[in-house]
């Protein structure tokens, strides 16, 4: 039996790998390291971690990944290489995950995809930014979710914007994991301590999806996202994509460009990406070298393949297997479930609630973020500083329409119910 380590796993996983159909079968067996991602605390000794894994797995793990961005598929990477198991080298993934450095190779392999860049220290004073004309759009150079990712006016909302006592804690303290695993496997000089600036990419949000085994690189789906017409923020996550045919092929060929430009092999991947229909013009956002573990199962409804199932056969050293409409359903949505002002949860369904309405809705897939008593209320620390996720539905469905209407038949059925403060 062929045993594979999941580090930092993370809410998706347990439930993913459940509704996944592995093709190994009975011969594979998943080992769910601890800490989990949520208990992870900021100071972590990351190195000692992946040292101690490499020594307990020596002889009896025969793969690794994780849906992990921060810190979890570059602590895989190292973990694999450590154990000579198949795996991306950890230098490739963490340039990947570097911002900056995954900027400068994107504009050596996709000039034309690449929004202009600069990078941003994050302390005062400031230079000019170099090529970068204002309004532009600031993250961290190593961001988790978007979190203090901005779009950004004018110099001095940028100056305001770096004071904030939340910039600072995030440079100090939550960067320390990233700069131990850059300092020992890079040779680096920008450490996660810094911001970058970026041109807008206005249109259409989309991720693409895909795999780098050896040196080829396949598309596994394009899934769009819907966004909030006033806030910005996420309402859910369609598959198929609606984009003509025509766009989402000059996508994979970018994603294809930009992977192979970046180095990465024998990894998972997902690469967000804009699409501006006045332009007709693509912009790369960012790369993200590991499987999405909240749309993983969309493939699986669609098409017939899971995302779980790709990352555990690039894991265990065999290529994974597409394929294409073999899924149950035509449709596929991811709908975050949001709080757009405080509130207090009056409400929420237990797991026994959650597997009843599972049951009932077949394919449907439920996380739920909140318990009774809880009060929604933090948005500057959430994925889009607008509002507070409670909870996720992930369902199949023959078409659009009917696929909304049974999002809000088991959105009904689950419970949910919140109090405004």
């Not at 020992?184 to 949000?205: K, N, R, Y």
């Not at 309402?235 to 003509?244: G, M, V």
Request: a negative charge.
């Amino acid at each position: 039996m062929k045993r594979v380590l999941v580090v930092f796993p993370t809410a998706w996983d347990a439930k993913q790998l459940a509704a996944c159909r592995i093709g190994l079968g009975a011969e594979l067996e998943i080992e769910l390291a601890r800490p989990a991602l949520e208990d992870c605390p900021w100071r972590f000794d990351v190195l000692g971690f992946i040292e101690e894994q490499v020594r307990r797995g020596a002889g009896r793990i025969h793969g690794v990944l994780s849906s992990s961005d921060y810190p979890g598929a570059a602590a895989a990477a190292a973990i694999a290489r450590g154990l000579g198991l198949p795996g991306p080298e950890p230098a490739a993934l963490l340039r990947c995950s570097h911002k900056y450095y995954a900027r400068l190779a994107q504009r050596e392999a996709v000039p034309d995809a690449t929004p202009p860049f600069a990078l941003v220290p994050a302390r005062l004073p400031l230079a000019p930014l170099a090529g970068v004309p204002f309004p532009c759009f600031v993250k961290p150079v190593k961001g988790s979710f978007s979190v203090l990712a901005r779009r950004i006016a004018d110099a001095a909302e940028l100056e305001a914007f770096l004071e904030q006592a939340a910039v600072r804690e995030f440079t100090e303290l939550h960067m320390q994991m990233f700069n131990q695993l850059v300092a020992h496997w890079t040779p680096f000089e920008i450490d996660g301590g810094h911001f970058i600036a970026e041109g807008l990419l206005p249109g259409s949000l989309v991720t693409v999806e895909g795999f780098a085994a050896g040196g080829e690189v396949e598309i596994l789906g394009v899934v769009d996202s819907i966004l909030h017409p006033e806030t910005g923020s996420f309402l859910r996550f369609d598959y198929p994509s609606a984009l003509p045919e025509p766009v989402q092929q000059r996508m994979a060929a970018i994603a294809r460009r930009a992977i192979q430009g970046l180095g990465l092999r024998d990894s998972p991947f997902n690469v967000e990406m804009a699409f501006d229909p006045e332009r007709d013009r693509i912009g790369i956002i960012e790369v993200n070298p590991r499987l999405c573990g909240q749309f993983a199962d969309l493939y699986q409804k669609v098409d017939g393949v899971h995302g779980y199932e790709v990352a555990l056969a690039l894991a265990t050293g065999r290529r994974p297997v597409l394929r294409r409409g073999e899924g149950a359903f035509r449709r596929a949505s991811s709908f975050p479930l949001r709080t757009f002002a405080p509130a207090r949860v009056l409400s929420a369904p237990d797991a026994a609630r959650i597997a009843e309405v599972e049951r009932e809705f077949p394919g449907a897939l439920v996380w739920c973020e909140c318990e009774p008593g809880q009060v929604l209320a933090d948005f500057t620390s959430g994925e889009d500083g607008s509002s507070a996720r409670y909870a996720v539905v992930n369902l199949g469905a023959p078409d659009a329409e009917e696929l909304l209407a049974r999002f809000e038949a088991l959105r009904a059925r689950l419970g949910f119910a919140l109090a405004p403060l």
